[in-house]
């Protein structure tokens, strides 16, 4: 199989952050991952595509995103016809503010921040709006301590602020889901380990030490989803890692991730997809380069 690239960031070791601000005419970097987190914003960007993961979307006039440490990411043409695009990137490494620093109540905001980004993160039009200014204003301040404060402002408001989501399944970009319940941390370990073969309600209630109907109620008030979309979010994002990193076939891959027939597979993950197994694929393999 073709592998994505890794990219070789210019940050340097004596250097807290890499900037760079840019105008362009157009999309052309492919789907690559790198160490260092990445904060990009986009501009004039309508009708472009932005890949994270296993999240796909359509993107607007602006957009913001913060993408942990190799995490597969890109932003494609797509239908763009926007001349002028900027776009501001950040990169900094994944300990550059120190476990230390951020287990500071000051700093809980960050680090909660920080943690999201492993999945990637999306920021809504009014928290970009809102941060715009200090955008602009980091790529005009000499590279320095000042600037180094601007970058934790940033981030500072960004996380604050709420006003932002996950992009990649948890199973997909391999981070651990974490909760502060014993019990639905027990469940989810289970399903993430046995998802693919047939999860019972009545084996996930037992693990909790309560009644199914209990439980059900129990696991949908801590996690906001139900048992089953739950254990079908899990086989999507194993699915689509695997549509990613493998030359298995779908129906392959159907039935490795617990799915009972390809039809029903296809449909469910156009559904939270937005496309077919097959075409996500494709996205894929259209930006990859051989390393």
């Given at each position: 199989m073709e592998k994505?690239?890794?990219?070789?960031?210019?940050?340097?070791?004596k250097d807290c952050f890499?900037?760079?601000?840019?105008?362009?005419?157009?999309?052309t970097y492919p789907i690559h991952k790198h160490e260092e987190i990445e904060l990009n914003f986009v501009e004039n960007c309508s009708g472009a595509r932005r890949i994270v993961g296993d999240?796909?979307?359509?993107?607007?006039?602006?957009?913001?995103?913060?993408?942990?440490?190799?995490?597969?990411?890109?932003?494609?043409?797509?239908?763009?016809?926007e001349q002028k695009v900027r776009e501001i990137t950040i990169q900094f490494e994944p300990d550059?503010?120190?476990?230390?620093?951020?287990?500071?109540?000051?700093?809980?905001?960050?680090?909660?921040?920080l943690e999201n980004?492993?999945?990637?993160?999306?920021?809504g039009i009014a928290a970009i709006m809102r941060i715009y200014t200090r955008l602009d204003e980091i790529t005009k301040t000499q590279?320095?301590?000042?600037?180094?404060?601007?970058?934790?402002?940033?981030?500072?408001?960004?996380?604050?602020?709420?006003?932002?989501?996950?992009?990649?399944?948890?199973?997909f970009a391999n981070v651990q889901v974490s909760t502060e319940s014993r019990r639905v941390r027990k469940v989810e370990e289970y399903i993430d380990t046995n998802f693919k073969q047939e999860v019972r309600l009545q084996t996930?209630?037992?693990?909790?030490?309560?009644?199914?109907s209990a439980f059900s109620r129990f696991f949908k008030l801590r996690t906001g989803k139900t048992v089953q979309e739950y254990i079908i979010d899990v086989r999507i994002g194993h699915a689509a890692r695997e549509l990613v990193d493998s030359s298995m076939s779908i129906a392959e891959?159907?039935?490795?991730?617990?799915?009972?027939?390809?039809?029903?597979?296809?449909?469910?993950?156009?559904?939270?997809?937005?496309?077919?197994?097959?075409?996500?694929?494709?996205?894929?393999?259209?930006?990859?380069v051989i390393v």
């Open positions: 994505i690239i890794t990219e070789i960031t210019p940050l340097e070791k890499y900037l760079v601000d840019r105008n362009k005419e157009s999309f999240s796909i979307e359509i993107l607007g006039q602006y957009d913001l995103a913060l993408i942990g440490s190799n995490l597969e990411h890109t932003w494609e043409q797509n239908v763009c016809q550059l503010f120190g476990d230390t620093l951020l287990s500071k109540s000051q700093m809980k905001s960050i680090q909660q921040l980004s492993k999945n990637g993160i999306a920021f590279p320095g301590f000042y600037r180094v404060i601007k970058l934790l402002e940033i981030l500072y408001e960004l996380s604050i602020d709420n006003d932002y989501r996950k992009l990649a399944s948890s199973s996930l209630a037992d693990l909790a030490g309560m009644t199914a891959i159907c039935i490795d991730c617990g799915f009972n027939n390809i039809s029903n597979f296809n449909r469910i993950f156009k559904k939270k997809k937005g496309c077919s197994p097959s075409l996500f694929r494709d996205n894929y393999f259209k930006k990859k």
